[in-house]
């Protein structure tokens, strides 16, 4: 089960931070990531993290979010900045077993970016 926080609303060139907390699982063996999804259109990449750091982050991202991981807290977090009205949907966590099929989602987290 994943659980999110940290959505809102903000003004053009603020910062959010999102986070995640998983339960139920071995977090450990998990990539984790976020993705995001507006209307009528794909869920879309913003960032995953593996089990051993690696990152992989949507061409948007343009380095304005940072993900990060604490495995002793089973939480993934995205640190959001330079945000703009374009960065507006719902954002969602995803958990990805690294060692068989499991997949799971969160129930995504809207963000506003307006003024």
């Known amino acids: 089960q994943l659980v999110e926080s940290g959505g809102g609303l903000v003004q053009p060139g603020g910062s959010l931070r999102l986070s995640c907390v998983a339960s139920?699982?071995?977090?450990?063996?998990?990539?984790m990531g976020w993705y995001r999804q507006a209307a009528g259109k794909e869920r879309e990449l913003v960032a995953t993290?593996?089990?051993?750091?690696?990152?992989n982050s949507g061409d948007f991202v343009k380095g304005r979010f940072t993900i990060s991981r604490d495995n002793a807290k089973t939480t993934v977090s995205l640190e959001m900045n330079s945000l703009q009205p374009a960065d507006t949907t719902v954002y969602y966590c995803?958990?990805?077993?690294?060692?068989?099929?499991?997949?799971?989602w969160g129930q995504g987290t809207q963000v506003t970016v307006s003024s």
């Open positions: 139920g699982s071995i977090f450990s063996v998990y990539t």
């Open positions: 993290i593996t089990s051993g750091g690696r990152i």
């Open positions: 995803n958990a990805s077993s690294e060692v068989g099929p499991g997949n799971c």
